[in-house]
């Protein structure tokens, strides 16, 4: 059985570039770019909560990093350096280095460097945590908010809504896909992207974002609450996957695309003066970008209508502890 240090050295030990000081020490030592704020961030992965027990290592590796880097991204920030601490029931090398495959894939790809953590056994229960903490870079002053939403701005949403959720409800054999289909919504489950490029464009256009973790209506919440104000949605042009047309099911199309969780698009406010500005940068981009509302000063008000102008029930985002 190899010793704690040993499968850090293994498994977690790179060279470090970015950073002064990486892994090995009692602290990493790191330098902000000069005149740069850092952008600070920590997302937490409980297996039976986030994941499903027994989830694909790899690709466990390359979410519990990708959740983090949207974080950033949401901020407009661009991803330097991140810590993991894991809990795990056991020393076990095959799923350590399936994980570490699927973490440092997707680090180098964003150039992020791993530069420490901790790594410990979980007590009672034969269950995995993983906890990350990601450090990014923004200009003083640009990084987008939650709280800059005003009466009169559009809302837009990147890329599509409910197919994460949808991956979730076929894993759980609650809907029946053809094999293709069931791979992209697993995929759009288990392998998000973060919209980093897209946050970092959003400086100076968006007046608020987040990223819909949580689902877009309590996503939204978030932002009308920080702000101030309330939101008109038309949810025909709730941007979603084209799946959902074939199953023809209006239910579950409604509630994985208003309230499902996991997608890690970017929710953004823009003013409606700034529209042309957006859609060429989703042409840019390549990256499609709804607008599907605007916001209004009817304080923590949001409304979603159908194409017969009828208000959707309201809908909550997920909470933990509801
Ligand atoms: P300490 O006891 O001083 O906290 P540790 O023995 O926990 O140090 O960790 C040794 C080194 O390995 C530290 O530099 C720590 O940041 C790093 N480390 C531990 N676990 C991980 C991990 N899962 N990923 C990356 N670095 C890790
Ligand atoms: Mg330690």
Known sequence: MPSE?????????????????GVG??????APSPGMDLAVSTD?????IHFLAGADARRLGHKSLAVNISDLAAMGASPRWATLA???????????????????????????ELIGGDTTRSSNSASITICITIFGEVPPGVALLRSGAKPGDDIWVSGELGSAALGLAQRLGRVTLSHQDADYVTRRLELPDARVELGVRL?????SAIDVSDGFAGDLMHILERSGAGALVRYESLPRCAVFAKLGDAGLEQRCVVSGGDDYELLFTANAAR??????LARELALPLACVGSV?????????????????????????FK
């Open 25 to 30: 020490d009692d602290c990493a030592l790191i």
């Open 86 to 112: 894991l809990a795990l029931p056991s020393a076990d090398e095959a799923w350590l280095s399936e994980f570490s495959a699927g973490f440092f894939a997707l680090a180098e790809r964003s150039g992020v």
């Open 5 to 21: 240090f040993e499968l850090i050295r293994r498994f977690f030990e790179r060279p470090a570039r970015g950073a002064r000081l």
């Open 275 to 280: 529209r042309g500005d957006v859609e060429r």
């Open 296 to 320: 209004t000063g009817a304080e923590g008000k949001l409304q979603i209508f159908d194409a017969a102008g009828r208000a959707l029930p309201a809908a909550g985002g997920f909470d933990h």
């Open 203 to 207: 400086r100076g256009l968006a007046t």
């Open 44 to 48: 937490m992965l409980a297996e039976g």
